[in-house]
């Protein structure tokens, strides 16, 4: 019995991350779409641990890249979120480009996408909270 509430447990708590982040252009790539599970650094944290940072929900990936176009193609998904974003800010110093979005509002949860690449590694940050604001998402990503 409570090998089948643990089963339970588990396959809800992968149904409600991978909701997370549906809608998003970038979505496939957190679902092992684009870059297989094995050859990323995925990180996923929920609960109580961020609530000092304002979030309820943080996942990352991390890869590394050899070509351009694996890098471009990642940049121009989280391009069309920006797209339909509330907010963006981008920059790129030192061959390393940062893009940081605020999302629209889902389960009264502000949501947040950060993608950090240059040519040989990407990292792609997707987070839910009552954060709301980027001089503060700033200080939590440094």
């Given at each position: 019995m409570r090998r089948v509430v643990f089963v339970i447990i588990m396959w809800l708590s992968f149904v409600a991350t991978v909701k997370a982040q549906?809608?998003?252009?970038?979505?496939?790539?957190?679902?092992?779409?684009?870059?297989?599970?094995?050859?990323?650094?995925?990180?996923?944290?929920?609960?109580?641990?961020?609530?000092?940072?304002?979030?309820?929900?943080?996942?990352?990936?991390?890869?590394?890249?050899?070509?351009?176009?694996?890098?471009?193609?990642?940049?121009?998904?989280?391009?069309?979120?920006?797209?339909?974003?509330?907010?963006?800010?981008?920059?790129?110093?030192?061959?390393v480009e940062t893009i940081m979005l605020q999302l629209q509002k889902e389960n009264g949860q502000n949501r947040f996408l950060c993608f950090k690449g240059q040519k040989t590694e990407?990292?792609?940050i997707y987070m839910e909270g009552s954060l709301s604001s980027f001089d503060t998402l700033k200080n939590i990503l440094k």
């Amino acid at each position: 019995m409570r090998r089948v509430v643990f089963v339970i447990i588990m396959w809800l708590s992968f149904v409600a991350t991978v909701k997370a982040q549906s809608g998003l252009s970038i979505s496939p790539l957190f679902e092992g779409k684009i870059v297989p599970q094995e050859h990323m650094v995925e990180t996923r944290v929920k609960g109580r641990a961020l609530s000092k940072y304002q979030l309820t929900f943080f996942r990352s990936v991390r890869f590394s890249t050899t070509d351009s176009k694996g890098f471009r193609r990642i940049r121009s998904l989280v391009e069309q979120d920006q797209q339909r974003s509330i907010s963006s800010q981008s920059q790129k110093r030192n061959g390393v480009e940062t893009i940081m979005l605020q999302l629209q509002k889902e389960n009264g949860q502000n949501r947040f996408l950060c993608f950090k690449g240059q040519k040989t590694e990407i990292t792609v940050i997707y987070m839910e909270g009552s954060l709301s604001s980027f001089d503060t998402l700033k200080n939590i990503l440094k």
